[in-house]
């Protein structure tokens, strides 16, 4: 058993129970941070700040919020919007987080890409990242159902009717997952508790994982430089601050971190008040109707992407490649052949892939929220059939790049 | 080293702006039809050429014209004949009172629609009288005089006892121009109107039998029961509202719904109204907004104060 002694002050008394000077050494103060990063290296904390915002506001809604098909749409609209105080506020923080969080998410993915934050040894922070993204869009799409507006039901009836896969007419799994024939009750409910219980638990599960990944292969760095952590972090202690090439967590890199953060609330809060309309679509201000279907039926703007490469085909077809963009990224360090782990910009071939898949996304994107005719439907299935083909040379075209 | 951030921040924000505008403007100028204003003008109706005499008018509205046998002037003492229930069995929709609708509704529009009902309310699809399918609204065939002239003055008579636009309230607006059709119930509004508070259960729910039997005569007229607008503020943008009042046609080819010939200012209550309904925090929206921008602002000037300090030593 461990030797207690008479405490000298609180600190003190709490260090011999929970080593909280170790723990604050290993945490921050002593967790080291390449210095030559760049302000896309606070995502991740913007990322942490977003779920805490959306965590904390999840929590007042859920206090008014009745997950039933007669009432929600009143608990929402009437109770949270009108009767409560700040309810409005809570929403609409709510509603604007969980669209924005996705852009930093794919910021934060795409900073990753660029600068090969995925290879050598870093292959669980790409992983566990990208379940992040998997539970992060079933988070969303829950919680799109639970206003039990035009474009819950309607998306929750698109969506879930996926799980037939095509031909195969697996009727009686979608039926499961339902709960009834069509989006009802049992459904909102089970929508209900995904949406704020299991899968934030598992997201929380998911950001432990995340960050402990971090930990040993330690952060990348903008040269893709190979930083030797232990010597650089004893010359920091040595008092070399400016020649070392590593800082402390906290405060070096959390006062970085920090600045970012707050021209990032700045934009937050400016659409959270003022430009609101593209996270909390005005079709979902119309209550669920089964027998009244939207005239435009398209889901949110981050998965409009995946959306578009299911739509040009035929249902089958469709199907499999919606099927490969949903796994494909997570292969990403094992499909990229190269050795360098350096930014895309002094790769080559890769380089321009970068650059190809950003934009055919982007396509892909916007044409997912277009109606599918005429030349939109087109230009869909060009992108589409690119974005297979950039994924399917990716193994080629980096086996050949040279050592640097 | 050169400082790449501004070139990375240019790129991450031209890439966001770019999708931005994929998503929202442009996708929704190609998905939706684009309906220009009319400005609420009427310009399809004829011009009104006669100056109108409020006494004539008078004479008019409640002698040879008849109106009162069906419309209720409350506001001079002349109650409607039946309740709202029954008027709707009998006419499909409950007869507008006509107290205060001088204000609400366009000249040209009134004028039009005492000679041809169905001409002036866009509903010729659904009411066409060589087909046999009378408007419940029965046109006026004239007085014996100048019929242009008789018309006139029973307008002049109705703006004669209206209250002042600007006495108009959006409530005011909004129940005369849609409430007999629309309800609104997070403004606690019915068909038949505003729910009283009752003390007893029974009461509360033989007032709801009345408008579920009013409803049943609405959507036997309508073809299907008018939506509840509590929400539409938000559902709709200004923009459609607006074009869709002025001419429901325009936006939705062959819809039951009239044109209720509200003028630009009637409209502009009634938006106000709907706004009222569906987005009754906006006012502290901005208050809030703009005070929480101060403080975000000076937070970032703080954190940006507070990374300067700590990396003097650092570089």
């Known amino acids: ?404 | 080293m050169k400082n790449k951030e501004p070139l990375i921040l240019v790129v991450v924000v031209a890439f966001t702006l770019l999708t931005y505008w994929l998503v929202e403007p442009f996708a929704h100028s190609q998905m939706h039809k684009h309906v220009e204003s009319e400005h609420f003008e009427y310009k399809d109706l004829p011009a009104v050429t006669k100056t109108g005499n409020a006494a004539n008018g008078k004479a008019l509205v409640t002698g040879a014209a008849a109106c009162t046998g069906c419309h209720s002037i409350n506001k001079e003492s002349m109650p409607a004949g039946m309740d709202a229930v029954m008027a709707a069995q009998s006419y499909g929709v409950n007869p507008p009172d006509l107290s205060n609708v001088g204000a609400i509704f366009d000249t040209r529009f009134l004028s039009d629609l005492i000679k041809n009902p169905a001409h002036a309310l866009k509903v010729e699809h659904k009411f066409d009288a060589a087909k046999g399918k009378m408007h419940p609204m029965v046109a006026f065939y004239g007085a014996g005089g100048d019929i242009d002239q008789e018309v006139a003055d029973m307008v002049a008579y109705l703006q004669s006892i209206a209250v002042k636009p600007e006495n108009l309230t959006p409530k005011m607006a909004f129940e005369n121009a849609c409430g007999r059709c629309h309800a609104m119930s997070y403004e606690n509004w019915t068909q038949i109107g505003e729910k009283p508070s009752f003390k007893h259960k029974k009461d509360s729910l033989a007032f709801d039998i009345k408008v579920l039997e009013y409803q049943d005569s609405l959507k036997a007229y309508m073809g299907k029961l008018p939506p509840d607008l509590s929400m539409y503020y938000r559902s709709r943008s200004t923009h459609f509202l607006e074009t869709f009042i002025e001419n429901p046609q325009s936006q939705l080819e062959g819809t039951a719904m009239p044109r209720v010939g509200v003028t630009a200012h009637a409209a502009e209550k009634v938006i106000e109204h709907m706004a009222d309904s569906a987005d009754t925090k906006r006012h502290e929206r901005e208050e809030v907004g703009t005070n929480v921008m101060w403080y975000t602002l000076i937070f970032a000037i703080f954190a940006f104060l507070w990374k300067r300090s700590v990396w003097r030593d650092l570089h």
Do not use: C
């Open chain 1, 1 to 404: 058993m461990a030797h207690f002694t008479k405490a000298t002050s609180v600190k003190d008394w709490l260090n011999q129970r929970l080593a909280i000077e170790k723990v604050e050494k290993v945490m921050a103060s002593e967790y080291w941070i390449p210095k030559n990063i760049n302000f896309l290296w606070a995502m991740g904390m913007i990322l942490a700040i977003t779920f805490a915002l959306l965590l904390v506001s999840g929590i007042f809604l859920l206090m008014y919020y009745q997950p039933h098909v007669d009432t929600a749409f009143y608990s929402v609209n009437f109770t949270i919007m009108r009767e409560v105080g700040f309810g409005w506020l809570w929403r609409h923080v709510h509603g604007v987080a969980a669209s924005v969080v996705f852009l930093i998410i794919y910021i934060h993915m795409f900073t990753g890409i660029y600068y090969g934050s995925y290879k050598k040894g870093r292959e669980m922070i790409w992983i566990s990242g990208m379940l992040l993204f998997v539970t992060f869009s079933a988070e969303a799409f829950s919680g799109y159902m639970l206003p039990w507006g035009q474009m819950s039901y309607w998306a929750g009836m698109v969506i879930t009717n996926i799980f037939s896969l095509g031909g195969l007419h697996v009727d009686g799994l979608v039926e499961w997952i339902r709960g009834d024939y069509v989006p009802a009750q049992a459904f909102l409910n089970r929508f209900f508790m995904l949406h704020v219980l299991l899968l934030p638990l598992a997201i929380m599960g998911l950001i432990g994982l995340h960050f402990a990944a971090l930990r040993i292969p330690h952060v990348n760095n903008q040269d893709g430089e190979e930083v030797d952590f232990d010597v650089e972090a004893k010359k920091y202690l040595d008092g070399d601050k400016a020649g070392s090439k590593v800082i402390r967590f906290a405060n070096d890199f959390m006062s970085k971190d920090m600045m970012v953060v707050g021209v990032y609330l700045i934009f937050f809060f400016y659409l959270v008040f003022f430009h609101y309309e593209f996270a909390l679509d005005p079709v979902n201000f119309d209550p669920a109707d089964g027998l009244k279907t939207p005239a435009h039926i398209y889901p949110e703007w981050y998965f409009l992407w995946s959306y578009e490469i299911l739509r040009p085909f035929s249902v089958n077809i469709g199907l499999i490649a919606f099927g490969f963009a949903q796994v494909i990224f997570m292969l990403l360090p094992w499909l990229d052949r190269s050795p360098n782990t350096i930014p895309a910009s002094r790769r080559g071939l890769f380089n321009i892939w970068f650059w190809l898949l950003l934009i055919d996304m982007i396509v892909l994107t916007a044409m997912g929220k277009l109606p599918p005719a005429g030349i939109f439907s087109t230009i869909g299935l060009v992108a589409a059939l690119a974005f297979i083909a950039l994924w399917v040379v990716l193994p080629f075209i980096t086996k050949n790049e040279k050592k640097v």
